[in-house]
C-alpha cells in the first residue's frame, strides 16, 4: 500500500512573478503555508525567478521559462528537496513557452502547468487540443511509475457552474469551447479527479476574474484553476479549496490537503 505524506500543496498563476512580489507575495505565502506551490506565468526566466524569491526562506525553489522572453512560465517552490525536477513533455512543438515543471518526490509527482489559452478569434485552438491529448498522455506515462497531482490554470470552464456567464460565451470565448471542454474531460475519463468539483459539486467559486469592469468585486469570473489527482492520492485528500480572499493577481490560489 503506498503511502502518501500529509502534504498541503497549491496552485497559483501570479500573472508576473516580479510584480507579484510587490504586491506583498510572500505576505500571502504565509496565510496558506504551502508544502509545494505550483506557480504559473511567471513571466520570467529561470534566473530572475530565483532572483525574486532569493529572500524566501524554507523552500527549494525550480524554473521553466519560455524562449520568448517576460512570457508563460512556471515554478516549483517546494519546502522538501525533490528526487528530481523535470521540464516540459519532451515535445517539441509545446516545449518552447516553459508550460511544464514537474517535481518527483518517493512516493509522488507534482506537476505545475499553464496550459496554452486558445487565444481571440481561437487562433491556437488547433493547437490547443493537441496540447491537450499529448499533455494527457504525460502524464499517464508518469502514472506508471508513481501517483499525480497535476496543478494550475487549465484555461478552461469545464462546467456552466464553472463560469459566470456560460451562454455568452459558449463557443465563442477561449476557455469555454466544446472542444476545450472536451479536452478537460478526457483528463477525466483517464482517471484524474477534480479535486474541488468532487467535494463541491454543487459551490459556486471562481479562480480568475478579469482585471476590467469590477469582475471580481461582482464575482464575474472563471473556475480556471485545478487541482487533478490519481485517484489513490484522491483518498488522501481532506480538503479542496479555492481562496478567494487572497490577492496579488487576477488570479486566486486553489489548493488540497493531503492527510
Not at 469582475?215 to 485528500?237: C, F, H, M, Q
Request: proline content about 4%; charged content about 25%; some cysteine.
Amino acid at each position: 500500500m503506498l503511502k502518501i505524506p500529509p502534504m498541503r500543496i497549491y496552485s497559483w498563476n501570479v500573472n508576473g512573478l516580479r510584480a507579484a512580489v510587490k504586491k506583498d507575495f510572500k505576505g500571502s505565502l504565509e496565510q496558506f503555508n504551502p508544502d509545494v506551490l505550483g506557480l504559473q506565468e511567471t513571466k520570467a526566466q529561470e534566473d530572475q525567478v530565483l532572483e525574486a524569491l532569493a529572500d524566501l526562506k524554507g523552500y527549494y525553489v525550480y524554473a521553466n521559462h519560455a524562449v520568448k522572453k517576460g512570457y508563460s512560465g512556471t515554478a516549483i517552490l517546494s519546502k522538501q528537496e525533490p528526487v528530481q525536477v523535470h521540464r516540459d513533455m519532451g515535445i517539441q512543438e509545446h516545449d518552447q513557452e516553459g508550460r511544464i515543471i514537474t517535481a518527483e518526490y518517493d512516493n509522488l509527482y507534482v506537476t505545475s502547468v499553464y496550459v496554452p489559452n486558445s487565444k481571440h478569434g481561437l487562433v491556437r485552438l488547433e493547437e490547443r487540443q493537441r496540447w491537450d491529448r499529448n499533455f494527457c498522455a504525460y502524464l499517464k506515462d508518469l502514472e506508471v511509475h508513481k501517483p499525480v497531482v497535476v496543478m494550475g490554470d487549465f484555461n478552461v470552464a469545464h462546467q456552466e457552474i464553472d463560469i459566470a456567464r456560460p451562454k455568452s460565451n459558449y463557443n465563442k470565448t477561449p476557455g469555454y469551447t466544446q472542444q476545450e471542454i472536451d479536452g478537460m474531460t478526457r483528463f477525466l475519463e483517464a482517471g484524474f479527479v477534480d479535486t474541488f468539483r468532487s467535494r463541491h459539486p454543487d459551490t459556486v467559486k471562481y479562480s480568475w476574474w478579469s482585471y476590467r469592469g469590477g469582475a471580481r468585486e461582482k464575482n464575474v469570473g472563471w473556475r480556471l484553476d485545478y487541482v487533478l489527482a490519481s485517484p489513490v492520492i484522491d483518498t488522501s485528500v481532506e480538503e479542496a479549496v479555492i481562496l478567494n480572499d487572497i490577492f496579488g493577481s487576477d488570479h486566486c490560489p486553489v489548493g488540497i490537503h493531503l492527510a
